[in-house]
C-alpha cells in the first residue's frame, strides 16, 4: 500500500492546527495551503494585528501566537502587525479604564516591547 507523504504531513499539520480549537471556518482552505506547501513548496501568508495598549503581551495573546507559529512551521510567513495608530485611540468610547489614550512615545516604546518579545516566538 503506497503512502503519499505529502498527504500525510497535510494531516499531521491539520491536527496540530485543529489542537484547541473549537472551529476551523474554511479547513479546505487550510487543507489546501499545507498541500501546496507540502507538494509544491509554496508558501502563504498569516496576518495577525496587535495594539500596543502596554509593554507586555499577556495571556490572552497565547493563542494566537500559538496558531501562528504552528502555521509558520507548516509554510505561512507570518506577519505580526503592531497597531500604533490604534494604540493610541485607546477605548474611544470612555468606557474602557484598561484602554486609556496613550501619547505616541509610549506606543512606540511599547511595540518595541511586543517586537522583542514576540520575535522569541515567531
Do not use: W
Request: net charge neutral; glycine share 8%; proline share 2%.
Amino acid at each position: 500500500m503506497y503512502i503519499n507523504k505529502d498527504e500525510e504531513l497535510v494531516k499531521e499539520a491539520l491536527r496540530e492546527l485543529e489542537r484547541g480549537v473549537a472551529e476551523i471556518i474554511d479547513q479546505e482552505r487550510i487543507e489546501t495551503l499545507f498541500k501546496n506547501y507540502f507538494e509544491k513548496g509554496e508558501n502563504f501568508y498569516v496576518k495577525a494585528g496587535f495594539d500596543p495598549t502596554a509593554p507586555d503581551l499577556h495571556l490572552g495573546h497565547t493563542v494566537l501566537l500559538q496558531k501562528m507559529a504552528t502555521l509558520q512551521k507548516y509554510g505561512a510567513i507570518v506577519q505580526f502587525l503592531i497597531g500604533d495608530f490604534t494604540g493610541m485611540i485607546g477605548d474611544p468610547t470612555g468606557k474602557n479604564e484598561t484602554r486609556k489614550k496613550l501619547d505616541r512615545q509610549t506606543v512606540l516604546k511599547n511595540a518595541q516591547s511586543y517586537k522583542d518579545q514576540v520575535f522569541k516566538i515567531l
